[in-house]
């Protein structure tokens, strides 16, 4: 039995209309959909790019030898190298880590620090050029962003280099020659200074993975220096903090993630400002109330519980007042390096 073929009815032109509206809304919002994602995802070189990548960096597979613990007590010097006897049997201070000047301290008085039983820090400004080094004349004029607030003969440094991070890579080597324990790279935070180069928190999150890389096959431990906006995405790359003035700064609590983490912030305050410290200070050391206010745990201090704090003066010479009041003077052999160390402008 055949069956008649069902006879389509045509569309109604308000039928056509209706669809016709509601296609073209779907086409229209894609499109914008897709406008926006490709908008957000450009770099505008707007101030959002300086916001850090905040997913932290997996933990590299290799250990080093020596690792600094939370509470170890330091001293640092880099107006000059510290002057060690060789009958020496102890050092002042007799703390457990010296924080020294990478190129003014020669190898002989590393190895005269470990035959004492201290571990070594070696100072290096990582990302900025600095006009007295030995290697100023190896960067090229485009690696140099503005000069440095305050700081004459020195400028901020393009991180991405290849340049720039041949030159670093020299150096932590000759650290690793010289025999030092671990590096304190300075001056990796130009993102938060007007640098002259468009530099971001994530340029200084990759110049850091970069460090890690070419520290750990040498055993050498690496630290953060400041630059707290970035500790939560290079802590796995990281085994200390080198913090300048967060009581003053009232920003302690940034850096209690490293002492949550196990590993210690050697924190140095500069209670004197930009001024020389007195004679009666050197002797004597500060006021009651000053050491209270820079050691104490809670107003400006709060979420300093743990950190290695060094009341100093800012050009970083031997002289150094622990918490507990202590007042010592570490010999410095002036013949060699000489460049006043300041506090850095944040």
Same mark, same amino acid.
């Given at each position: 039995?055949?069956?008649?073929?069902?006879?389509?009815?045509?569309?109604?032109?308000?039928?056509?209309?209706?669809?016709?509206? *509601?296609?073209?809304?779907?086409?229209?919002?894609?499109?914008?959909?897709?406008?926006?994602?490709?908008?957000? =995802?450009? +770099?505008?070189?707007?101030?959002?790019?300086?916001?850090?990548?905040?997913?932290?960096?997996?933990?590299?597979?290799?250990?080093?030898?020596?690792?600094?613990?939370?509470?170890?007590?330091? %001293?640092?010097?880099?107006?000059?190298?510290? !002057?060690?006897?060789?009958?020496?049997?102890?050092?002042?201070?007799?703390?457990?880590?010296?924080?020294?000047?990478?190129?003014?301290?020669?190898?002989?008085?590393?190895?005269? @620090?470990?035959?004492?039983?201290? &571990?070594?820090?070696?100072?290096?400004?990582?990302?900025?050029?600095?006009?007295?080094?030995?290697?100023?004349?190896?960067?090229?004029?485009?690696?140099?962003?503005?000069?440095? +607030?305050?700081?004459?003969?020195?400028?901020?440094?393009?991180?991405?280099?290849?340049?720039?991070?041949?030159?670093? &890579?020299?150096?932590?080597?000759?650290?690793?020659?010289?025999?030092?324990?671990?590096?304190?790279?300075?001056?990796?935070?130009?993102?938060?200074?007007?640098? =002259?180069?468009? @530099?971001?928190?994530? +340029?200084?999150?990759?110049?850091? %993975?970069?460090?890690?890389?070419?520290?750990?096959?040498?055993? !050498?431990?690496?630290?953060?220096?400041?630059? =707290?906006?970035?500790?939560?995405? *290079?802590?796995?790359? *990281? $085994?200390?903090?080198?913090?300048? %003035? /967060?009581?003053? #700064?009232?920003? /302690?609590? &940034?850096?209690?993630?490293?002492?949550?983490?196990?590993?210690?912030?050697?924190?140095?305050? #500069?209670?004197? =400002?930009?001024?020389?410290? %007195?004679?009666?200070?050197?002797?004597?050391?500060?006021?009651?109330?000053?050491?209270? &206010?820079? /050691?104490?745990?809670?107003?400006?201090?709060?979420?300093? $519980?743990?950190?290695?704090?060094?009341?100093?003066?800012?050009?970083?010479?031997?002289? *150094? $007042?622990? /918490?507990?009041?202590?007042?010592?003077?570490?010999?410095?052999?002036?013949?060699?390096?000489?460049?006043?160390?300041?506090?850095?402008?944040?």
């Amino acid at each position: 039995m055949s069956t008649k073929p069902t006879t389509k009815r045509p569309w109604s032109l308000r039928r056509k209309l209706i669809i016709g509206g *509601v296609s073209l809304l779907i086409v229209l919002s894609l499109a914008l959909g897709l406008g926006l994602g490709l908008t957000l =995802g450009q +770099d505008d070189g707007d101030e959002d790019d300086n916001e850090p990548t905040l997913t932290p960096l997996p933990s590299p597979n290799a250990t080093r030898p020596w690792l600094p613990k939370v509470n170890d007590t330091w %001293q640092i010097i880099l107006s000059h190298p510290p !002057l060690i006897s060789s009958s020496a049997t102890s050092t002042t201070p007799n703390v457990s880590i010296f924080d020294i000047d990478l190129f003014d301290t020669p190898a002989s008085t590393i190895q005269q @620090l470990h035959k004492l039983g201290k &571990k070594v820090i070696c100072y290096f400004s990582a990302g900025s050029y600095e006009d007295w080094r030995p290697d100023a004349k190896d960067f090229k004029s485009e690696d140099l962003g503005k000069q440095v +607030d305050d700081w004459p003969g020195e400028k901020w440094l393009k991180l991405g280099s290849e340049n720039v991070r041949s030159i670093m &890579k020299k150096r932590i080597d000759m650290a690793e020659k010289k025999g030092c324990d671990g590096v304190d790279p300075d001056n990796v935070d130009g993102f938060q200074n007007s640098n =002259g180069l468009g @530099l971001t928190a994530n +340029d200084s999150i990759a110049y850091m %993975q970069f460090l890690s890389s070419i520290t750990r096959p040498l055993n !050498l431990t690496l630290g953060l220096k400041n630059a =707290g906006s970035i500790i939560s995405a *290079v802590l796995p790359l *990281v $085994e200390f903090s080198v913090n300048e %003035q /967060c009581v003053e #700064y009232s920003e /302690c609590e &940034k850096f209690q993630p490293f002492i949550a983490a196990g590993k210690p912030v050697f924190h140095i305050e #500069y209670p004197a =400002g930009d001024g020389d410290l %007195q004679q009666s200070v050197h002797a004597n050391g500060f006021s009651e109330d000053t050491r209270k &206010k820079f /050691c104490s745990k809670n107003g400006p201090a709060n979420g300093s $519980e743990g950190f290695s704090t060094v009341l100093k003066k800012m050009n970083l010479d031997g002289w *150094v $007042e622990y /918490c507990d009041g202590r007042v010592e003077v570490s010999s410095m052999d002036e013949t060699s390096g000489g460049h006043e160390r300041r506090r850095r402008k944040r």
